[in-house]
C-alpha cells in the first residue's frame, strides 16, 4: 500500500541531502525513520560518522593496538 503525505519543505531538504550523500531512496530513508525510530537527526549523525571514518581510514588513521585493546577491556571481548 502506498501513502502520500506532505512533508514541510526544511525536511524534504534534509531528506534530500541524506539521499545525495548515501545509496538510499527517500521512500527507504522515510521508511527507516518511521519503523525503526531512527529520526532524521540520528540518520544524519549515523551518515556523518560513516563519512568521517571513512575518510579517516583513506587517509591511514586508524585505531592503534593499544587503543583497540582499551575498548575490549572496558567492553569485555567474547
Known sequence: MRNTVQIPEDISRRIDSLV??????????????????RSLAWQEQWLSGVTEGLAEA?????????????????FGSP
Open 58 to 74: 583513506e587517509r591511514g588513521e586508524f585505531a592503534s593496538e593499544a587503543e583497540i585493546e582499551a575498548v575490549l577491556n572496558k
Open 20 to 37: 545525495e550523500r548515501s545509496n538510499l531512496s527517500r521512500d527507504q530513508i522515510v521508511e527507516d525513520a518511521l519503523s525503526q525510530g
